[in-house]
């Protein structure tokens, strides 16, 4: 990104200021933020019955609540001595509910922490066996239905709501959860410098394919290229990666 604020700098002095953005980006944000807007109202309607089907199939399967809303890390632009600057803004992230009521969120942040760490050993064994997707694929907590909602990302689609609030974009780096941030190495946080996406670069790349450092990096790759162009190709590709369940088990 030009311009931008060694992110040592930022680390040592502003924890929750970002690179600032560069003015010749703003009529893209702009642009971005009423395409985000108006395809998130035209999907929730287009795809409402499908939304429906799943709140019933999740209500028979598992009694109680039908979403699941979770503390995500965000993005936030703002203005300081005539510069535009991001800093973090956490916010609820909508999802359909894919796991048991209250799960104990406890081996889902030790699989993080071996991810971030690139710890083989740990994983496998929070896993029961080795798997190549780097996500936690035997989760117990996860209810029947639950399973084929995650690969085909269905559970995902309550986050439109969040595109509509300007809390996510449809196009942007994964949202990350708190006590994963806080376990991120310094350069790990130039990923929050755009408005987390319900798809991204990353997922159409590699999605879960690949170790975290290198899906950072194509975070990173996407923060540093995106264009209205780059949004729409990753668009795109979105339906193609989700139907191949590339990189999803």
Known sequence: MQNEIPIDLICQSEPSVKNYASKGRECYYVA??????????ALLVFLSPIMLMIAVLIFIY??????????????????????????RKDFNCYKFRTMQVKADPAIHQAYIKALIENDEEKMTAIQGAKIQPRKLVNDPRVIRPGKILRKLSLDELPQLLNVMKGEMSLVGPRPAIPYEVEMYKPWHLRRLEALPGITGWQQVKARCSTDFDSQVQFDLEYIKKQSFWLDLKIIMLTPWVVISTKGAH
């Open 32 to 41: 971005k933020r009423l395409v985000d807007f108006s395809l998130a109202c």
């Open 62 to 87: 598992s009694p109680g609540p039908i979403f699941f809303i979770q503390k995500r890390v965000g993005a936030k632009k703002y203005s300081r001595n005539g510069r535009t600057y991001w800093k």
